[in-house]
């Protein structure tokens, strides 16, 4: 008598490729769609939810801790704890065009309309701020108009006009067409920082420019003297010779009534213009500015308390 074989399993049938990928779309014996039945798909579902949901809330609720922490108009380190540190450094406008964004050179010819009107329209587009309708004082705004016997109240800021700043306005394209530009620099701002400044002769560094030392000597303004100074000339023999007269306009320096920077609202850095009389054309002069206080420190190679711009005009 022959046992009867019992057979557990069958293997299934044998499907080409796309047969097989058919039925892993869709097996109507078993209801499945891609392996899975609504049943486990549902769950799956469910459960990704939930897992990402928690994820999200947890992910929210240290967001939100982390908020807590900071303060948006107090920064949490400053000054010497901070990494900008407590040396401001100077900017200067325009800048070149973005294909040379390393470059320093502002070179144009004052006889070609289109050629100078860039170096314009870039001024421009940086005192756009500083031209915004409403922000004149009385209009709403926090802004007042001061002094050196009248600083800011706590939480006004200073205005910065600069409608009166001939031939260093737009109306005159800042005189690039007579060869004769105008350049804008601003001081770096740094939260709290406040200037020591240079108002008494004996204190006056020996590097200073002459004629810089002289201007605050002869000033008959004791409070005027509260101001960042700044000074511009020729880095070398032959630049000195070729930058011609220099005016600083509206005043050689920044006062000192818009320090310290608080981050109030409506707060705009104070600029000067300097403009070049007769710079010599054809040739290339470097230019280095300097901000002068007690504790501004000057290092050329880092750019600390200073900027470097050549110019070139055809």
């Known amino acids: ?17 796309w047969e097989g990928f058919r039925k892993f779309l869709w097996d109507s014996d ?22 990402y949901a928690a994820l999200s809330g947890f992910f929210a609720a240290m967001l939100a ?3 807590q922490t900071l303060n948006t108009k107090t920064p949490k380190w400053k000054l010497e704890e901070s990494i900008i540190g407590t040396n401001p450094g100077l900017g200067f406008r325009p800048m070149p065009p973005e294909s040379n964004v390393e470059s320093t050179l502002i070179w144009y010819k004052g006889n070609d309309d289109n050629n100078y009107k860039y170096w314009a329209e870039e001024i421009d587009r940086f005192l756009e701020e500083y031209k915004k309708a409403g922000q004149t004082p009385g209009v709403g705004q926090n802004k007042v108009i ?37 350049i804008f620099l601003k001081l770096n701002k740094i ?3 406040m200037p020591q400044f240079y108002n008494e002769s004996s204190s006056l560094p020996d590097n200073m420019p002459e004629d810089l030392k002289n201007h605050i000597r002869d000033s008959n303004k ?28 509206p005043r050689r320096g920044f006062p000192g009534y818009y320090f310290p920077f ?37 290092d050329r190679a880092d750019r600390r308390g200073s900027v470097h711009f050549e110019l070139m005009i055809d």
């Open 222 to 249: 004791p409070n005027e003297l509260n101001t960042v100074w700044v000074s511009c000339e020729g880095e070398n023999p032959a630049d000195i010779e070729h930058v011609g007269p220099i005016q600083y306009i």
């Open 146 to 182: 001061c002094d050196f016997n009248n600083p800011p109240a706590e939480g006004k800021v200073c205005d910065v006009p600069i409608k009166d700043w001939s031939p260093c306005i737009s109306e005159n394209g800042y005189n690039y067409k007579k060869s004769a530009p105008c």
């Open 65 to 67: 801790v982390f908020y």
């Open 262 to 298: 608080k981050n109030y609202e409506g707060y705009l850095s104070p600029i000067l213009a300097i403009f070049f009389e007769r710079p010599k054309t054809g040739v290339l002069i470097n230019i280095e500015c300097k901000a002068w206080a007690k504790n501004i420190k000057h």
């Open 191 to 193: 939260f709290d920082w």
């Open 30 to 51: 078993s209801s499945q769609f891609l392996g899975r039945t609504g049943a486990s798909w549902a769950k799956i579902f469910i459960f990704y939810i939930i897992f």
């Open 1 to 17: 008598m022959s046992e009867k074989k019992e057979q557990y399993y069958l293997p299934p049938p044998k499907l080409g490729k």
